[in-house]
């Protein structure tokens, strides 16, 4: 039997968030919004990364979990009077994305994660792109950090769209740059999926006929230790059954999981005992990676 997907929840259903900002008259170019639970060790930085941002306007909503580490505190006195912070309970990080779309007054929006941060210029370029192209979103290549240094470059896929059938290509989620008025068409983020939602949403933002455009120009950094790298096995498995429920062949789906699932367990094994080897290796394996110290262009 096939797999059915979930239906994703509208704006409407957030009414009751949105509502807890007070209205106001006309609205900024973008709104970041950045997700945290007892994240005060890495925000700072995420925070800092958004306000060095020179143009255009841009508005931070940070949607926290409900931290107990000081998050709230580190919120309270470094966000501006244009900014919007809420710290509650949620039922996970989809439900968090959609609170800060909710809150979001931007006419483009992009997502942060607290261990995220932009590159100087960033939001500028991004913002440039999207308007001279007419694109739906537009998205970048992601810089990846291990241990305080830049470690690797993830190169966005500029043919995402022919691949998105199998499984989730190099589409780099924390530096999309996309119109609220996407997130209009298509719905949020489905609140059954824990690692991978985005790749349910890329789904159907495509079925939609909606397009993005890939810009090396617009780089972002996050560290690689985030959710979806720690529970590999789970994003893998979480992205297969989106694939199924949107008519990829339930064989093949599975197969490709347990491979990546396999490969990416090796390669941790292959890291610790020659990380040089593992550099070669891998970027063989997925031309999307590319060891720092032959990017083109070094992290900014």
């Known amino acids: 039997m096939k797999k059915t997907h979930p239906t994703a929840p509208r704006l409407s259903s957030y009414a009751a968030v949105a509502a807890q900002r007070e209205p106001t008259t006309g609205c900024p170019p973008v709104t970041i919004v950045t997700v945290a639970r007892n994240a005060a060790a890495t925000l700072a930085r995420t925070i800092q990364s958004v306000q060095a941002q020179r143009s255009p306007f841009i508005e931070h909503v940070v949607v926290d979990g409900a931290s ?20 509650e309970a949620d039922r996970g990080i989809a439900d968090a994305f ?44 992601l810089v990846f950090h291990r241990d305080g ?5 993830y190169r966005g896929d500029p043919d995402y769209a022919a691949k998105l059938r199998s499984h989730l290509p190099p589409v ?40 993005g455009v890939h810009d090396a120009g617009i780089v972002g950094h996050m560290t690689h230790e985030g959710v979806s790298n720690r529970a590999f096995a789970r994003t893998a498995r979480e992205v297969r059954d989106i694939a199924i429920a949107y008519g990829e062949n339930r064989f093949r789906a599975h197969m490709r999981a347990e491979v990546n699932i396999a490969k990416t367990s090796l390669s941790h094994g292959v890291r610790a005992w020659s990380p040089r080897l593992y550099e070669a290796l891998r970027g063989r394996i997925n031309p999307a990676y590319v060891p720092i110290d032959n990017a083109d262009g070094p992290a900014r």
């Open 149 to 153: 240094q830049p470690a690797f470059v």
């Open 68 to 87: 107990t580490d000081g998050t709230q505190e580190l919120l309270r006195s470094a966000l501006r009077t244009q900014d919007f912070w809420l710290s």
């Open 98 to 141: 959609n609170k800060g779309v909710a809150l979001a007054r931007g006419r483009y929006i992009q997502f942060l994660n607290a261990d995220d941060w932009l590159s100087d210029g960033q939001v500028a370029h991004a913002v440039a792109v999207l308007e001279r192209t007419g694109a739906d979103f537009v998205f970048g290549d």
């Open 172 to 211: 780099n989620h924390p530096t999309i740059l996309a119109r609220r008025t996407l997130f209009e068409r298509v719905g949020l983020f489905c609140l059954e999926h824990r690692y991978a939602m985005e790749y349910d949403w890329l789904q159907r933002v495509h079925r939609a006929g909606a397009r």
